[in-house]
């Protein structure tokens, strides 16, 4: 045996010293072999190692064969060689300029993943004639089942049985981890209440039903109402449907079908997050309140370590409240279509400049980091990338995300059951608030390492943590879905219970840019026709601006913030009201 002091070195072949305190927690990371050397490294270092390694690794072009010694070459390659625009001609800098398509739409096929899908080149041609008249602007691709051509990458039948079978599994592993937390005899915490109320969910939840994309498709003007159907596709699909509009039911894309993942690892994150001073939890240990739980402050260190070394009394933790550091965020499908990037494209200035997060303070007892931000002006904006972490056994209640917003998650690593109803409408989630009743079962999504999910806008959710879990979220608006945006958010203003996120203060100001925008005709966005306009601006006279409270109490949280959000009490012994 060593001495306590002396290094020891690591016994699964990566050759590494450490000291005898960290050796354990080193053995935890995931190794890998390097393909060319044959070296084993550990965590993070196997993608260091492959941009110095000069041993006669290849990396070859699935398009036309050529070979290269280094994975960022063949990605330059396929930038550079495989990028055509929507007209079919190379993406090259001097066709950016010259290009009337490049230039006004932004819609450029990347070739490297969908050079098979001539046809719907051609449409996306075909789609962006000039307007004429009180026509919209309409950037939406007509895409139709003869798009998917025979050698475009799909979702087989015998993937999509797969992903049926292991989703059944993981449901019935749910209920069985519900049984578990309930059998700790934890009456009176918080764990105990959510976990009841999981359980009489995941008791009625159903697997639902796949439709492929071309089959979504078919159906997409007639989907109507609460259904338990589901898309499951390829990214390329996915790419497809999504340019033919806001989708109106959940697009999965399971870890299978989704070829080239960058993952953020969670043994990374979690030295990532200790860097930090302080982080939001909602711990599930705490005792059950009827007015609600609000995130505890804790020490990163004291967060981190229930998911380095968790102790036998440990509860489930839940992380929300987490901005987002993961480069290039948005999944494949979305990355190409300008119409989903609204919100963070669209501005109400034009020299480019965006106040930062820093550059006002956040209001007293706001938390400093995260989604909503103490920055006032950017607080939708900022909302738009996050992370989501949770320890086994973590859950999060039904509860829609605010106004309106396209959700994506992408499962960095772990396991998380994700239980949805899609296709209500705002009187079927009124009803739920009354009466706790659900106008139809949810069905349940399984997210392992590599799936993304596309949620359609104010979707009713639940998930579960089946293990420690890491996610990337963002969030989106289309301009066609911006009436349900506007009918939305005055629902959720109405009814605060069915989101778990105040009213955004940059909400007013970004929607009166989007309106301004597309009634100038400016920017490669999708125009809304003159009945959208004026039902958004009508809408939008609702949200007044400025807090009709004169004065201020240590309740208070609208006051000065843009418009009063679902946390004023005015009229309810605040002293401003």
């Known amino acids: 045996m060593p001495k306590q002091s002396e290094p020891v070195t690591c016994k699964r072949g990566c050759q590494g010293t450490f000291h005898p305190k960290y050796i354990n927690q080193h053995y935890k990371l995931q190794y890998d072999t390097c393909g060319g050397c044959n070296k084993v490294f550990a965590g993070e270092e196997i993608s260091r190692h492959h941009i110095v390694c000069r041993a006669s690794v290849t990396f070859t072009c699935d398009e036309c064969d050529k070979a290269f010694p280094r994975k960022d070459l063949l990605r330059k390659h396929k930038r550079n060689v495989h990028r055509f625009c929507a007209c079919g001609e190379p993406l090259k800098k001097a066709h950016e300029r010259t290009c009337e398509l490049a230039r006004a739409s932004g819609n450029v096929l990347d070739v490297s993943r969908l050079s098979t899908i001539t046809e719907a080149a051609s449409a996306l041609v075909l789609q962006h004639e000039p ?80 439709l492929t994309a071309a089959e979504y498709l078919t159906k997409a003007d007639t989907i109507n109402g609460p259904t338990t159907e589901y898309v499951i596709c390829s990214m390329d699909e996915a790419e497809l449907v999504l340019r033919h509009g806001p989708c109106k039911l959940p697009i999965l894309v399971p870890a299978a079908m989704n070829p080239n993942p960058r993952f953020v690892g969670l043994p990374w994150y979690l030295s990532y997050l200790e860097s930090q001073p302080a982080l939001d939890v909602h711990d599930f240990g705490a005792m059950f309140s009827k007015q609600g739980h609000q995130p505890q402050q804790w020490p990163s260190q004291d967060a981190t370590r229930r998911f380095r070394d968790p102790e036998p009394g440990d509860r489930a933790i839940n992380l929300l409240n987490l901005a987002g550091v993961k480069k290039n965020a948005v999944p494949e499908c979305l990355v190409n279509i300008p119409d989903y990037h609204i919100i963070t494209d669209v501005g109400r200035s034009g020299n480019g400049k965006r106040m930062k997060i820093g550059d006002q303070p956040a209001k007293r007892g706001k938390r400093s980091k995260g989604k909503a931000d103490g920055a006032i002006p950017i607080d939708l904006t900022a909302s738009t990338h996050f992370q989501l972490l949770a320890t086994r056994g973590a859950m999060h209640l039904p509860h829609v995300d605010r106004h309106h917003v396209i959700t994506t998650a992408f499962c960095e690593d772990g396991e998380k059951l994700w239980v949805t109803w899609p296709g209500l409408h705002l009187e079927d989630r009124k009803k739920w608030l009354d009466t706790g009743v659900y106008q139809a079962n949810g069905i349940a999504l399984y997210l392992e390492p590599g799936s993304t999910l596309v949620q359609p806008g104010t979707t009713l959710h639940a998930p579960l943590s089946l293990t420690n879990v890491l996610m990337m979220g963002t969030m989106h608006w289309h301009p066609k879905s911006m009436v349900r945006v506007m009918e939305a958010s005055r629902f959720e203003l109405e009814n605060p219970l069915v989101t778990n996120e105040e009213m955004s203060s940059e909400f007013r100001d970004k929607v009166q840019a989007i309106l301004d925008a597309s009634e100038a005709n400016s920017g490669p966005w999708t125009r809304l026709s003159k009945d959208e306009l004026a039902k958004c601006k009508q809408e939008l006279t609702y949200f007044h601006g400025g807090c009709p409270c004169t004065i201020s109490c240590q309740n208070c949280r609208c006051k000065k913030r843009g418009g009063c959000d679902n946390q004023c009490h005015r009229g309810e012994g605040c002293p401003g009201g």
């Open 131 to 210: 307007p004429t008249g009180d026509e919209s602007n309409d950037n939406l691709t007509t895409v139709t089942t003869q798009d998917f051509s025979a050698s475009t990458p799909t979702a087989s039948p015998t993937d999509t049985q797969a992903y049926t079978h292991q989703v059944a599994a993981k449901l019935q592993e749910s209920r069985q981890l519900i049984d578990e937390l309930l059998s700790k005899g934890s009456d009176g915490f918080r764990e105990a209440h959510d976990a009841k109320q999981f359980g009489l969910i995941l008791r009625d939840a159903d697997i639902g039903t796949p």
